[in-house]
């Protein structure tokens, strides 16, 4: 049976990757780990515990007290606060990555997930069907330490013979964790403000299209790869995969459909920057043919969900 560990467990994508993991592999077989509290579901279902992924030490007596077979490695610091505090976000995303990649090459894990992000992507990458091998020059902290990663993830499975894998997440929408710091977190801000409020003040230009994919399809695709046969996969830094593509003035439309009086005005900020950087869409061809990726959700869909869902939360 595998033993897995999930580090980051109390993030927008751990705190719900956690529970799909625990209803597969069974619920005392999924350690969740976070340097801060995590949600009451993932407490009471299953094992968390605080852990610092940047201490070492503590973290190989970890693995190796549970029998850890698998990592996910989740922490990181995201683009928009990556941009106010540069140094302290290369620091965590690099030795993060590191200390995994070092620790699972020493105690033999069998596999490791890393997250890269569209982040990779820059000015001078083609924005249109952004292809799975392309110019990658970002020029973001957030991107550049997600470049970097990847290049890890290869060597070590080049050197190593360490089966990483990875995916370069889109903009993640979810109403289960609220926004985090990151430059596509208005579209996820903009339901509770809709909810409560009835308008929203968005940091992004409204046609300003971005690559985006609901939390469904993105725990469904991680697991999805992480359970594909090693034989199959021919990226060993990080797959493209694609979800939906809209800008906030498309969102806004949508949303207008369910609650007709919302309203939504415009004060672009320095991540309007950081978004101009990044792709219109994405080539996800490779995935689909690598381990059979297809995303699920359209935008209505995901707009009818998460705007039935964050009204449960607001009790509104």
């Known amino acids: 049976m595998e033993k897995i560990l999930v580090i980051g467990a109390a993030g927008q994508i751990g705190s719900e990757l956690i529970l799909a993991l625990r209803k597969i592999y069974g619920d005392a077989n999924v350690f969740a780990t976070d340097i801060k509290d995590a949600p009451k579901d993932i407490k009471h279902s299953g094992p968390f515990q605080l852990l610092d992924v940047m201490d070492k030490k503590r973290l190989i007596h970890f693995v190796i007290r549970y029998k850890i ?17 540069p140094l302290q976000a290369w620091d965590i995303n690099m030795k ?28 001078t990458t083609p924005k249109i069907d952004t292809p ?23 060597y070590y499975f080049n050197k190593f ?43 992004l230009k409204p046609d300003t299209k971005l690559p985006m994919m609901f939390m469904p399809d993105a725990i469904r695709g991680t697991i999805e790869l ?19 593509n809209f800008d906030p003035e498309e969102l806004a439309a949508e949303i207008k459909k369910k609650i007709p009086n919302f309203e939504i005005s415009y004060k672009p900020d320095f991540r309007q920057t950081i978004a101009e950087s990044w792709p219109l869409s994405i080539d996800d061809s490779v995935a689909r043919h690598d381990w059979g990726w297809k995303h699920e959700y359209d935008l209505e869909k995901m707009s009818k969900i998460m705007l039935e869902e964050v009204r449960k939360k607001t009790d509104r």
């Open 226 to 244: 992480m359970e594909a046969d090693a034989s199959n996969l021919t990226v060993h830094s990080s797959y493209n995969i694609s979800g939906i």
């Open 161 to 203: 013979k360490l089966d990483v894998r990875s995916i370069r997440y889109p903009g993640l929408i979810s109403y289960k964790t609220e926004a985090g710091g990151g430059t596509t977190d208005y579209a996820v801000e903009i339901f509770y403000d809709a909810i409560e409020s009835g308008r929203y003040e968005c940091f």
């Open 96 to 123: 993060s990555l590191l200390n995994i990649l070092d620790l699972s090459r020493e105690v033999g894990i069998n596999k490791v997930f890393w997250p890269s992000s569209i982040a990779v992507f820059g000015l």
């Open 132 to 154: 799975q091998l392309t110019i990658m020059e970002p020029n973001t902290v957030y991107g550049i330490s997600k470049l970097a990663g990847e290049r890890w993830c290869e």
């Open 69 to 85: 077979t698998q990592i996910y490695v989740l922490a990181a610091v995201l683009s928009g606060n990556a941009e106010r505090l």
